[in-house]
């Protein structure tokens, strides 16, 4: 219930505006808060803290544009399986990680190891167009996943967030949510109650990088352009762990809540210096360290606290 | 094409340039074996001790051998301060907490740095960058003689530190068993960053020991420590001297690679050698697993 | 005779120069209660976790119910009713006392609902009836082995290995935790437990092994261990025996 006046609720800013700016600007939010809802179903539940995402996020960005330029497949189409293979390529990876016993900085060390071979590959490589990018031609019709303003764009955006917050909240509310949240607690308690902890993780991991390429594939349909280091860079490992931290991690709603955050932040930034390039992520990691040492449980955490603290208040006010 | 002529040559030069990865991943090693949290943030300060020596050439004219002298003790006292100060409190005991704060100082480093110097790309010009020794019938250039020379002294010297001082012997006590070594006295989050900004000493050295022959760009540090982990998974996570024996051994290969099959594969090279070493190397290394 | 549930058949563990299980052979009987005794460092705990999956015996092999089990992961154990609790608590500290629970009785129920009903119950049979909604971390110590006890009875199992639920309990904890250990017993639930705490195995146990350096020293009725020289002496040291033999004889 409270996704759908959430997402209800956000369905009727581009009724209330028509600015591109501020439209651009929550296209982006809702973009990081639908990658975030994957690193977070991974980091957050599972525990599995992933410094690597982009490898997804790439994945499908890339499949979605090539299929298209190279091969003439249809955008809808290429959007599907963009997110199927972001899916697989988790699933491969996370199979040998998983197995191999990787976890911790071990597995934090492998993802970004991952991520950053595809970067150097995607950069090489003819198919993906090597150091120049892949450019999908314009061609403005909603059969083509593209169109004339951007509001279309939010409301799939839009959509997508949705669907990954009922996805979420229905894991949650499952066996395998609960199994999830057990092998992060204690892996090896977890498995001695029957839970089939590489399994869990395995899955979870799946489905994070599908939800992450998925955002992928929206970026490519939304910018008409990928390079490697849009695809494959650091900036998005980082905005997709960023976003659940601030916002609340292991929560429903912690991904959207901080991707809102962290993207004003980056507007601030912006204003301040006019575009130049580091300064966003200086306070994106300023933020995260002090998120960390100040506000462990995000602002989930903090809206918590200051409920429990007003109805302090309220009851010694009324006593 | 495997003539003693190319091959000897090809394998000192290895042996050189492994001397300094084999400083970086001392550093990282270091950490990991007495506080086991792997610094996501080695790369960034390498890069930052990298700019430090670059300016002290540039704006005050001293040379990076010199500059060692002094910015070995600032990065000590710069990583003393980060773990002291930043990573311990903001981590509160949780290891996956380290990682993040480790991850989000890289973070800041890094861009900090391209934010006040841009992505540009600088080198120095010493007179003495291309001179050569000859040794047989090798070339060798001269800065990384030298390079080699003070690892193996920074290598000792670090050994003789462990082995006799009191602060070697409590951070070997605090990397065995740190609650025993709590109960003794030992003031375990002094002695962590003690360790910290051992490792962060490390990278200031390397950073001098490299300049002189390599440029310095706001990403430059992340090559090195890239193939530092790699070193330091190979040789076994906390072992020293695990660290200088794969250091050379990945320089020596590095370098036969590049001549056997081109500089351009290296890069791609050393990221599939490392996931293959985390993937398929045999249990006993990971901590967790035993 | 019934056969036994579980066997245990000359296992062997090395680890590196050190045999820490050395041809150790014992049995539970279906229904009973089997106690595992013997002096720290025996190898008790690591016999649980080579019979639960969570190491591979050197040598040796583990039949349950009639089957070779030897290897099999432990989630796959916990699926054919091998339970057991951890003598180091292992709570899930994020999560509330029933939910804990929850992820046991997950395994015989998909549904969320089915399982945190099922929780309640098994969380009110070991007296957490009272804490179901409180958060595992603030726990006392006599709590969270309780808690470690009804998330392995959580899962419904045939077999119970309980490693020192006892340990670090007051006694009159111990008075309160031993009627629901014969309860489950009653229940029909095999159990084997390790234990230092003689009174409670002599209350508890129907049969009693003794391990010592890795090996089993002795087997018998709590009684009969009670008074086995050679238990004595594993536990006491050489010639323990005897002399108290001798004081023995000194005082009557």
Excluded at chain 1, 270 to 290: E, H, R, S
Excluded at chain 2, 109 to 130: C, G, K, Q, S
Excluded at chain 3, 127 to 155: M, N
Aim: one cysteine or more; proline letters at 4%.
């Amino acid at each position: 219930m409270p996704i759908l006046a959430v997402v209800g609720l956000l369905a009727a800013v581009p009724l209330i505006t028509s600015s591109n700016v501020t439209l651009n600007f929550m296209v982006m939010a809702l973009l990081i808060a639908l990658v975030g809802q994957g690193w977070n179903l991974l980091g957050g539940f599972g525990g599995q803290y992933s410094f690597g995402h982009a490898a997804f996020f790439g994945t499908g960005a890339y499949v979605t544009a090539i299929l298209q330029m190279r091969y003439g497949v249809n955008a809808w189409l290429g959007f599907v399986i963009g997110v199927a293979a972001g899916a697989l390529f988790g699933a491969i990876t996370g199979l040998l990680s998983f197995r191999s016993g990787l976890k911790g900085s071990y597995f934090a060390l492998i993802t970004l190891a991952f991520a950053e071979v595809l970067r150097i590959v995607a950069s090489v490589t003819p198919i993906t167009g090597a150091g120049v990018g892949t450019l999908v031609i314009l061609d403005l019709r909603p059969e083509a996943f593209q169109f004339q303003s951007r509001a279309p764009f939010y409301w799939i955006i839009l959509a997508l967030v949705g669907v990954s917050l009922v996805l979420t909240r229905m894991i949650e509310h499952s066996r395998f949510g609960a199994y999830l949240v057990a092998v992060r607690e204690n892996e090896d308690a977890a498995r001695a109650l029957g839970v089939d902890a590489t399994m869990i993780k395995l899955g979870a991991m799946t489905v994070s990088a599908a939800m992450t390429a998925a955002g992928g594939c929206f970026y490519t349909q939304y910018f008409l352009f990928i390079d490697a280091n849009i695809a494959y860079g650091p900036w998005i490992s980082i905005e997709a762990l960023l976003a659940p931290i601030i916002g609340g991690i292991g929560t429903v709603f912690g991904p959207l809540l901080g991707a809102l955050l962290v993207k004003t932040l980056g507007e601030l930034a912006k204003l301040v210096t006019g575009g130049a390039p580091g300064l966003d992520l200086v306070i994106y990691g300023g933020v995260l360290v002090a998120v960390v040492a100040f506000a462990p449980r995000g602002m989930a955490g903090i809206f918590v606290d200051l409920r429990r603290l007003l109805r302090k208040a309220q009851e010694r006010g009324d006593g | 094409m495997w003539s003693p002529v190319i091959l000897v040559p090809a394998i000192l030069n290895g042996l050189m340039t492994g001397a300094v990865y084999a400083l970086i991943a001392l550093g990282l090693t270091l950490i990991y074996g007495v506080l086991h949290i792997i610094n996501f943030a080695h790369g960034a300060l390498l890069t930052a001790a990298m700019f430090a020596a670059f300016f002290a050439h540039q704006w005050l004219g001293i040379d990076p051998y010199l500059a060692a002298v002094g910015l070995t003790p600032l990065f000590f006292l710069l990583g003393y301060g980060l773990q002291r100060f930043v990573i311990g409190p903001a981590a509160h005991g949780e290891d996956r907490n380290i990682l993040l704060v480790t991850l989000g100082l890289a973070v800041v480093t890094e861009n900090a740095l391209l934010y006040v110097f841009r992505a540009d790309t600088r080198t120095i010009n010493l007179p003495y960058a291309f001179d050569t020794i000859e040794i047989g019938t090798a070339f060798l250039a001269v800065p990384r003689v030298i390079a080699f020379a003070v690892v193996i002294a920074v290598a000792l010297a670090l050994w003789l530190i462990m082995r006799f001082t009191d602060t070697g012997k409590a951070i070997r006590a605090v990397a065995k068993e740190k609650f025993g070594a709590e109960l003794c006295g030992i003031d375990v989050a002094h002695i962590y960053a003690v360790t910290f900004g051992l490792g962060t000493a490390c990278l200031a050295i390397a950073a001098c020991l490299l300049l002189p022959t390599y440029y310095v760009n706001p990403t430059a540090g992340n090559a090195f420590v890239l193939i530092a982990f790699t070193i330091v998974v190979l040789g076994g996570m906390g072992s020293v001297s695990g660290a200088l024996a794969g250091g050379l051994f990945v320089g020596v290969v590095e370098s036969l690679s590049g001549l056997y099959l081109g500089e351009s594969l290296g890069q791609i090279g050393i990221f599939v050698m490392f996931i293959l070493v985390l993937l398929f190397r045999p249990s006993g290394l990971f901590g967790e697993r035993t | 005779m019934v056969d036994p549930l579980l066997r245990v058949e000359n296992v062997s563990k090395r680890f590196g120069g050190l045999l820490a299980v050395d041809q150790a052979s014992f049995i539970a009987r279906p229904g009973r209660i089997t106690a595992l005794i013997g002096p720290n460092g025996a190898g008790k705990t690591t016999l649980f976790s080579i019979i639960t999956g969570f190491q591979q015996p050197s040598q040796g092999r583990i039949v349950y119910a009639g089957e070779d089990i030897t290897g099999q992961p432990p989630h796959k154990l916990a699926r054919l009713g091998v339970a057991r609790t951890f003598q180091i608590v292992q709570p899930f500290v994020g999560l509330t006392v029933r939910e804990n629970i929850a992820v046991g009785a997950h395994l015989s129920r998909r549904s969320r609902t089915d399982a945190l009903a099922a929780a309640g119950d098994v969380g009110r049979a070991v007296g957490l009836g009272d804490r179901l909604d409180r958060p595992a971390h603030s726990l006392t110590v006599a709590g969270r082995k309780r808690l470690e006890l009804a998330r392995a009875l959580a899962i419904q199992p045939r077999l119970l290995l309980l490693d020192e639920v006892l340990a670090g309990l007051n006694p009159s904890e111990i008075r309160d935790i031993v009627p629901v250990i014969r309860a489950i017993a009653g229940g029909g639930v095999t159990m084997v437990m390790i234990e230092h705490i003689m009174q409670a195995v002599m209350k508890l146990a129907e049969n009693v092994f003794v391990l010592s350096e890795g090996r089993v020293l002795a087997e018998g009725a709590p009684q009969e261990i009670a008074v086995n020289p050679r238990v004595i002496e594993a536990y006491l040291g050489k010639g323990a025996a005897t002399r108290m033999m001798a004081a023995g004889a000194d005082h009557g």
